[in-house]
């Protein structure tokens, strides 16, 4: 199902649907949002970005919603039958941390593989303290692991870094005696 409030332009030859301004796009649970979504029927893949308005500031930019997560990004490919996407500059609340990165890539199990990453509890678009992840991998509502990390705060790396990161991501809270798990 979509629809857009501006204009939708079906492109006969190649199967493709263009949708501007307010465009949504809905496929079972998922749910796309975006200023330009361009939708290839043959392939089930959209992509979606924001555009610029009268003053040239980018407007619309792409918001993903589904079962498991909301994202905002800058641009994002995604393929609605195997579930999986290319996303670029994405950010995304997972139970009161956020997550930023410039390249990610979401499987079809729901993980999301970041590239150049920050994980911070700072809600601002730009967030004043952080852990900097060089790449990690996201699992929602379970953890996220990274490879190399660093602490960042007010845009000054400190000279601590860790070989690698573990941030539970949970919504359960536990009480008493915990049993080490892998």
Same mark, same amino acid.
């Given at each position: 199902?979509?629809?857009?409030?501006? =204009?939708?332009?079906?492109?006969?030859?190649?199967k /493709?649907? *263009?949708?501007? #301004? %307010?465009? #949504?796009?809905?496929?079972?649970?998922?749910?796309?949002?975006?200023? !330009?979504?361009?939708?290839?029927?043959?392939?089930?893949?959209?992509?979606?970005?924001?555009?610029?308005?009268?003053?040239?500031?980018? +407007?619309?930019?792409?918001?993903? /919603?589904?079962?498991?997560q909301?994202?905002?990004? /800058?641009?994002?490919?995604y393929?609605?039958?195997?579930?999986?996407?290319?996303?670029?500059?994405?950010?995304?609340?997972?139970?009161?941390?956020?997550?930023?990165?410039?390249k990610?890539?979401?499987?079809?199990?729901?993980?999301?593989h970041?590239?150049? %990453?920050? !994980?911070?509890?700072?809600?601002?678009e730009?967030?004043?303290? !952080? +852990?900097?992840?060089?790449?990690?991998?996201?699992?929602?509502?379970?953890?996220?692991? =990274?490879?190399?990390?660093?602490?960042? *705060?007010?845009?000054?790396?400190?000279?601590?870094?860790?070989?690698?990161? *573990?941030?539970?991501?949970?919504?359960? =809270?536990?009480?008493?005696?915990?049993?080490?798990?892998?």
């Amino acid at each position: 199902v979509y629809s857009a409030l501006d =204009s939708v332009i079906f492109g006969r030859t190649n199967k /493709k649907v *263009f949708l501007y #301004k %307010g465009a #949504k796009v809905t496929y079972g649970t998922m749910e796309l949002e975006a200023d !330009y979504i361009e939708f290839d029927m043959s392939t089930n893949i959209v992509f979606a970005k924001g555009m610029p308005d009268s003053t040239g500031k980018i +407007v619309g930019n792409p918001l993903f /919603k589904d079962d498991i997560q909301n994202l905002e990004a /800058k641009q994002l490919r995604y393929n609605f039958k195997t579930k999986r996407g290319y996303i670029e500059a994405v950010r995304t609340e997972q139970d009161g941390g956020y997550l930023h990165a410039e390249k990610t890539k979401k499987d079809e199990y729901g993980h999301i593989h970041i590239k150049d %990453g920050k !994980y911070t509890t700072c809600d601002a678009e730009h967030p004043h303290f !952080y +852990v900097a992840l060089s790449k990690a991998v996201s699992i929602p509502g379970e953890k996220i692991i =990274s490879g190399p990390a660093y602490i960042v *705060f007010a845009d000054i790396p400190l000279p601590i870094g860790l070989p690698f990161g *573990f941030f539970p991501n949970t919504t359960t =809270s536990t009480s008493g005696l915990l049993i080490p798990q892998y």
